[in-house]
């Protein structure tokens, strides 16, 4: 396994930990203090974390027979700091400030430094 490939998996065991951690907790929790619509989709996309995690778990143990779903999973992770970008748009960035940059900061760049080690992988 080539030096790419290293950084490809450890990319991908990051987001896996990051998406397991806190889908788990976010299942758990789900949305305190909101209405019932609000929770249920909040847990609904828990469960889409979660899964992400668990699919990055395999796709790094695999990562020497993975194409596209590396670029897939960045992508995803890209959108969902995006997401966070927008949110702070439009309603602020919650407290603790730096909590919630250190989410952001890394979805932000996680994804590329995974697309351009993938990339020079193959």
Wanted: net charge positive.
């Amino acid at each position: 396994m080539n030096i790419s490939q290293h950084i490809v998996q450890v990319c991908l065991f990051l987001i896996a930990a990051i998406s397991i951690v806190g889908g788990s907790l976010q299942f758990y929790l789900g949305q305190p203090d909101t209405s019932p619509r609000l929770d249920n989709v909040h847990r609904f996309m828990a469960g889409v974390y979660l899964s992400t995690g668990l699919i990055c778990v395999w796709a790094g143990l695999t990562v020497r027979q993975q194409g596209f779903l590396v670029y897939l999973l960045a992508l995803g992770v890209l959108l969902a700091g995006v997401g966070r970008l927008v949110s702070i748009a439009k309603v602020g960035l919650p407290e603790p400030r730096v909590v919630w940059l250190g989410y952001l900061i890394p979805e932000l760049v996680l994804p590329f430094v995974l697309a351009i080690a993938h990339y020079a992988s193959t």
